[in-house]
């Protein structure tokens, strides 16, 4: 009854609390120091051709403006887009390229582009001649190409490129000698006018079935958008060579995919079909799935699978039918794909889960099965010495395990390589290296003969990620170390240079010296430096950075990085007023969740993005503080979720205590996303921090109510756990000053704008110290610079009010 008193009363101030609107404000800016960190230099992207001899450094331009971020945008089925450039809206750009040669050194700039190009999509051909990638403008996306023997960029047709879809819009064929393309039909006609009178309802129908849903963005909400959705989706496949000859492929379709055979005489074509759907994402709509060749003609119509309304929410759930469909590696033409074996459903009893089947050319024959899986299929590498490695993953456990087959033999029984807990970063093994195969395709880099393969991993370790290079045998399990980072540097291998790991392209950094790219001779340990990127915030290089680890009450491990001012002296100035930056996770097992995974030897970058900006204040931050939430056994993680929130919080700051450099009576917590959950459940359920910063939260968990984050179950089965869980219903409880920032236009699934102005008003409607900030134009993370800027303000003005000048 208490329960039922709490959520109603909650539900009133939802629904009844009205505020008066105040003025959009303008802009502010905060101090110099602040801006200077947001206008820095980026360092640039960087990309090695497929031969290993280029080196493509890619220029990054600082924040955009508020007015590219104003383009227009058109929610539809999940996605955004830019109906002028029939493109995504608001996507990330480079600015311009700089070819270095692996060995003499020889820096070339890539000359032919236009004043102030945006550059998305690149992309390398097979043998590392050209790199292709789409230029966008006002009105369009066009398709480039820059051949690195001569440094020089040219644009290779005159057709507008289709990139509304998931994935890259074009791809090289095998031979690199043309690309297959994505691009708007030539005769589309005029875009579909909305009717200004309605011609009846919207409505929706379930009759009887189970069709239950995460919380969904952006999704169709009428006829007009499935019209605009056909007009915008659809587009026309050609093949066009690097002399610019085109050729038109099949007719134009919403295709999702379309991908060459290994030997380049077929193509497997993904096509969305309707009826779509107002309640799921464009990736749960129907899809007709077939093979063409390279003309067009369809060859074998592989499957029609139909709208994915009704798939469980619970972890390790899936489609029924054939997914994960794709081109066998090793093999000219042979297509492969997994079904489920119990209809999707983990909550099905079943021996085995998954199947794995392949069809070869011509595709008139029987599907050969190779092997069933007791638990979710989670990929497949594939060798060109007759086996492959497939992984099985189930996600109430967190066990994973890699088995070795013969795919041409199906009556040799699999062997278990690998039998892991993902939980457990200390034993992981790594990832096996792959080469190019005679296809061009990926493939395991095997060596003696096939028994064993090169490995390279992160390397957890009690202290600290030390990535390292081995050799490992499949066959008798044991593992030879061929190389590990070593302190005081944090080294992490990029690409092989040799395939038999001799000589590798690694990227190089400790805690003052920005990473850079190296080539290591693994045998003698020599160093060749081949980028000379430099410090992209010096006027702050001097901060201290350290990584700490204490415990919490119940003996979890628990570890975070701390910074300190520069010039900070624990003598002279004492303890400083304090910011935690944290971001809870979920573990099934204690020992896994007081596991260390960080290095004490990266690179000190600061980032406007973080809890950085607090450092020009003064203030002691902790970044990545660990809050691990565990529930062993029976116990789910979040049975206690509020407890070990609040344990950990406590065990940071006492840490900070006994260092004697922050003091727990000046202390202010924050986070994002996630860690805006946790900001306001603390300040909910406790009086540790004396103020809060929460930025694109969820805090009210009933409006998810078919599970969050790692909650597997729905509202009404645990309706204690959303309640208890949402710092909404007992914003009564926040005595303390909280900030809300959330971007206007979020679309991140579950934190939507409304989650930030219902539990604003919840506070302030209960007499709570709180603001709120709604950043125009903004989705779930924030990228115009007049945006950027005023968060800091805000931020930055909020803990010295709330927290440094008590």
């Not at 110099?32 to 980026?42: S, T």
């Not at 499957?303 to 093999?331: C, K, Q, Y």
């Not at 920005?514 to 702050?540: M, S």
């Amino acid at each position: 009854m208490k329960r039922l008193s709490i959520f109603l009363t909650s539900f009133f101030i939802l629904f009844t609390t009205i505020l008066p609107i105040q003025a959009q404000d303008s802009y502010r800016v905060p101090s110099q120091e602040l801006v200077d960190l947001v206008d820095g230099a980026r360092t640039p992207s960087v990309s090695i051709s497929p031969d290993r001899q280029t080196l493509l450094m890619m220029e990054l331009p600082s924040l955009p403006t508020i007015a590219e971020l104003a383009q227009p945008e058109l929610r539809l089925a999940g996605l955004r887009i830019n109906p002028n450039t029939n493109g995504p809206s608001r996507p990330g750009y480079m600015t311009g390229f700089t070819l270095k040669n692996m060995e003499s050194g020889e820096e070339r700039t890539v000359t032919g582009l236009p004043d102030h190009p945006r550059i998305t999509n690149v992309s390398w051909s097979p043998d590392g001649s050209h790199f292709a990638f789409l230029l966008i403008r006002d009105n369009s996306l066009e398709l480039w190409v820059t051949d690195t023997a001569v440094a020089e960029a040219k644009r290779l047709t005159g057709r507008a490129v289709s990139n509304t879809y998931y994935g890259s819009p074009f791809s090289w064929t095998r031979d690199g000698s043309s690309l297959m393309v994505q691009t708007v039909p030539e005769e589309r006609g005029a875009v579909p006018v909305r009717d200004l009178i309605p011609t009846g309802p919207v409505i929706q129908e379930s009759i009887g079935s189970a069709r239950p849903a995460r919380t969904f963005q952006d999704l169709l909400q009428d006829s007009h958008d499935e019209l605009l959705f056909d007009y915008y989706f659809t587009s026309a496949l050609m093949e066009i060579t690097l002399s610019g000859d085109e050729k038109a492929v099949g007719e134009p379709a919403v295709f999702r995919n379309a991908s060459l055979s290994p030997d380049a005489n077929y193509i497997l074509v993904s096509r969305t079909v309707r009826p779509y759907s107002y309640r799921v994402p464009a990736f749960r709509f129907p899809e007709v799935i077939e093979i063409w060749d390279r003309d067009g003609n369809l060859v074998h119509e592989f499957a029609e699978l139909p709208l994915a309304d009704a798939v469980p929410i619970a972890f390790s759930a899936t489609t029924e039918g054939p997914r994960s469909v794709s081109w066998r590696n090793d093999a000219p033409a042979t297509l492969t794909w997994v079904e489920a074996l119990d209809g999707g459903d983990p909550a099905v009893d079943v021996e085995k889960r998954d199947r794995l089947l392949s069809l070869a050319a011509p595709f008139t024959g029987e599907p050969v099965t190779h092997l069933d899986l007791e638990y979710r299929y989670a990929g497949v590498m594939w060798s060109e010495e007759g086996f492959a490695l497939v992984s099985e993953f189930w996600r109430e456990d967190r066990h994973r395990r890699t088995w070795m087959f013969n795919p041409d033999d199906t009556a040799q029984p699999m062997q278990l390589v690998f039998d892991l807990n993902t939980e457990d970063r200390y034993s992981d093994p790594g990832s096996p290296e792959m080469r190019r195969s005679e296809y061009g395709t990926w493939v395991l880099n095997m060596e003696e003969g096939g028994e064993t393969v090169l490995m390279r991993g992160i390397g957890a370790t009690p202290e600290g990620n030390r990535p390292f290079l081995s050799r490992f045998h499949l066959f008798t399990g044991e593992s030879s170390e061929l190389w590990r980072s070593e302190s005081p540097w944090y080294e992490r291998i990029s690409t092989l240079l040799e395939e038999d790991g001799s000589r590798v392209i690694t990227i190089r950094e400790t805690t003052d010296v920005q990473p850079n790219y190296f080539i290591r001779d693994i045998a003698t340990g020599e160093l060749t430096q081949i980028t000379f990127f430099e410090h992209p915030t010096p006027q702050l290089r001097d901060v201290h950075k350290e990584f700490i680890q204490y415990q919490r009450e119940d003996g979890v491990q628990l570890s975070a990085t701390l910074y300190l001012p520069p010039d900070y002296d624990t003598e002279r100035d004492g303890k400083l007023p304090v910011l935690v930056w944290a971001y809870p996770r979920e573990f099934r097992s204690a020992d896994a969740a007081g596991q260390v995974a960080d290095s004490p030897y990266r690179f000190a970058g600061m980032s406007y993005w973080g809890p950085h900006f607090a450092l020009t204040q003064g203030f002691a931050v902790v970044e990545n503080a660990t809050m691990p939430i565990v529930g062993e056994g029976d116990e789910n993680p979040n049975d206690t979720f509020v407890e070990q929130l609040i344990s950990s919080s406590e065990a940071v700051l006492a840490e900070l205590e006994r260092r004697g450099v922050g003091d727990p009576g000046r202390a202010a917590i924050g986070g994002h996303s996630y860690g805006a959950f946790m900001t306001a459940n603390l300040l909910a359920h406790s009086r540790i921090f004396k103020a809060g910063i929460a930025r694109s939260g969820a805090y009210n968990r009933t409006l998810t109510p078919f599970g969050f984050q790692a909650e597997p179950r729905n509202f009404w089965d645990a309706s204690e756990i959303y309640l208890s869980m949402s710092p909404f219903m007992h914003a009564g409880g926040i005595k303390d000053p909280i900030l809300f920032i959330h971007g206007a236009e979020d679309n991140n699934s579950g934190t939507f704008p409304m989650q930030s102005e219902r539990m604003y008003a919840a506070v302030s409607g209960l007499g709570g110290t709180s603001r709120l900030v709604m950043l125009p134009e903004e989705s779930h993370g924030y990228r115009a610079r007049e945006s950027v800027l005023h968060m800091l303000w805000e931020q930055t003005e909020w803990i010295n009010r709330y927290v440094r000048d008590l």
